[in-house]
């Protein structure tokens, strides 16, 4: 499993020991935030959304299990697996700390291998959320712009050359300095046809001018640049 | 329509593996008035094709046991012989992914098996006609209108098409509707999601990673991919995602094992390539 990218937040008040994990997990192309507290912690689990907290059972007067606590308060908090850290082998705080919603626990001195093998492990098994939207969600539409090239025009459509072919019969609206040039800016259009592919990903879709006029038709037969296609 | 009185026949070149489909096919074809040849390796149906200038040609994507070799055909036939020839894939793959690479590199449309003769015949018609004892390409047809060419500086449009949001994960946001996007494609998308998600009420520029288009009903959809490199962005997402809609998140996560990790093979093949300009 690929590590890079994904991020871990240590919770520990040790300076030299987050310094070393620090380099252990950032060299494995983990996103590293820390933080020494269980509030910094809170705070930092709710910015960040890691992937994963390494939590100490010991934070300086506080305890780790003050921060198993908080955290599930937080909305799907569930997504985001916490693994235990501990000197002491208190067999007691470590079944808490399991009845609190840690997902694992390793033992100090941290054994580099046994860390990263248990982090793979329990990003595998609690995949994080994401979000689906049925076909009628109004907060789902979306609205694409894209670019394109008008290579040629006659009288009543144009050929637009873009990389995305456009479904037959969609209304839509060419935004072009030459278009506004010719008087055409008004006149809304209809793709017509299907998108024929041109080279590297591009088609030529046909797009009509609808309800263009004689006058604004004029002006396109008598244009001078005549280059039959 | 390609019936005419004319001793002239179009040809179309056929490539198949099959014998028996390739038998099944010319008889097909002799409904329409036409010249068919068929084969059965590639070597010898290109020199035929670069030769004798057909109509025509249909490609089956899997040759033998190379699967895809139709696709380096189609991508070798548009490089020699250009942009003119009508290529049909008729092949029993159907899966998305094959249908929007044929038509990247160049298939002009696309049949699935068991052949439909009905839908294959209409399908060349729309393609090819006969004018005169010649082979005019049915495209070509415009009432008689020809085309001005607009000089290349003046070229420049842009227009707006709507999509949906299907789906938004950690490592991008899936779109879906009526119209096919090409892999590479810049695009500026707006939704009230995004502006949920990032808190402005604008476009936000995305370049098409992914793509997909079922042939039956013609619905199309890509994956657009999160700037992975961007920690800050990340983490937006991630927050955002865990914020959403709690009970439709907990209920997700239940079935969540096969889908999440589709998402991430998309993302595993990802180079890092898009970035909301925030």
Redesign the interface.
């Known amino acids: 499993m690929?590590l890079?990218?994904r991020?871990v937040l240590v919770i520990d008040d040790d300076e030299d020991l987050c310094k070393l994990l620090n380099k252990l997990l950032a060299g494995s192309g983990l996103?590293v935030a820390r933080a020494a507290t269980a509030t910094d912690g809170l705070a930092m689990l709710?910015?960040?959304?890691?992937?994963i907290v390494l939590l100490d059972i010991n934070l300086g007067g506080e305890s780790g299990l003050t921060f198993l606590k908080e955290k599930r308060e937080?909305?799907?908090?569930?997504?985001?697996p916490v693994v235990m850290m501990s000197s002491q082998t208190d067999k007691r705080l470590l079944s808490l700390s399991l009845a609190l919603g840690a997902v694992d626990f390793l033992a100090k001195p941290i054994n580099s291998q046994k860390l990263l093998l248990k982090i793979k492990k329990h990003m595998r098994d609690g995949?994080?959320?994401?979000?689906?939207?049925a076909?009628d969600d109004?907060?789902?539409?979306?609205?694409?712009?894209?670019?394109?090239?008008?290579?040629?025009?006659?009288?009543?459509?144009?050929?637009?050359?873009?990389?995305?072919?456009?479904?037959n019969g969609?209304d839509?609206?060419?935004?072009?300095?030459?278009?506004n040039e010719m008087g055409l800016g008004s006149i809304s259009?209809k793709a017509v046809?299907f998108?024929?592919?041109?080279?590297s990903?591009?088609f030529d879709n046909e797009i009509a001018f609808v309800g263009i006029n004689e006058e604004k038709a004029k002006k396109?037969r008598i244009?001078k640049?005549?280059?039959?296609? | 329509m390609l019936k005419n009185n004319t001793n002239f026949k179009p040809l179309i070149i056929s490539l198949d593996d099959d014998v028996d489909f390739n038998a099944l096919l010319t008889k097909v074809l002799t409904k329409l008035d036409v010249e068919t040849l068929t084969f059965t390796t590639v070597e010898p149906f290109k020199k035929m094709v670069e030769n004798k200038k057909p109509a025509l040609v249909i490609v089956d994507l899997n040759l033998g046991d190379k699967f895809g070799e139709g696709l380096k055909v189609i991508a070798d036939l548009r490089q020699k012989i250009g942009d003119e020839l009508p290529i049909l894939v008729l092949t029993k793959r159907a899966g998305k992914e094959d249908v929007s690479a044929a038509f990247e590199l160049g298939a002009s449309d696309y049949l699935t098996k068991p052949l439909d003769d009905i839908l294959l015949l209409a399908k060349i018609r729309q393609f090819i006609k006969i004018s005169q004892g010649k082979v005019v390409q049915a495209k070509e047809e415009t009432g008689g209108l020809s085309y001005k060419q607009i000089p290349s500086h003046q070229q420049d449009a842009y227009f707006h098409l709507g999509m949906r949001i299907q789906e938004i994960n950690e490592f991008g946001i899936k779109i879906t509707g009526q119209h096919f996007f090409s892999r590479g494609t810049p695009i500026k998308i707006k939704s009230p999601l995004l502006y949920d998600l990032f808190g402005e009420d604008r476009h936000y520029s995305f370049i098409v990673h992914q793509n997909w288009l079922e042939n039956e009903t013609g619905k199309a959809g890509a994956f657009l991919e999160f700037d992975a490199s961007n920690e800050d962005l990340m983490a937006k997402v991630r927050t955002w995602l865990l914020q959403r809609g709690k009970s439709e998140l907990v209920k997700l996560n239940s079935t969540a094992p096969a889908a999440s990790s589709a998402g991430q093979t998309q993302a595993n093949n990802a180079k890092p390539v898009t970035k909301p300009k925030a």
Not at chain 1, 46 to 51: F, I
Not at chain 1, 195 to 199: A, F, K, N, P, Q
Request: net charge positive; charged share 20%.
């Open positions: 690929d890079r990218g991020s996103n709710k910015q960040k959304a890691p992937h937080l909305p799907n908090s569930d997504f985001i995949p994080f959320p994401k979000a689906s939207f076909e109004n907060e789902a539409v979306a609205d694409i712009q894209c670019d394109g090239k008008i290579s040629h025009i006659n009288e009543v459509s144009c050929l637009l050359n873009t990389s995305s072919k456009i479904k969609t839509l609206k060419l935004e072009s300095v030459f278009l259009n046809g998108g024929l592919y041109t080279s990903g591009h396109i244009m640049t005549y280059v039959k296609k």
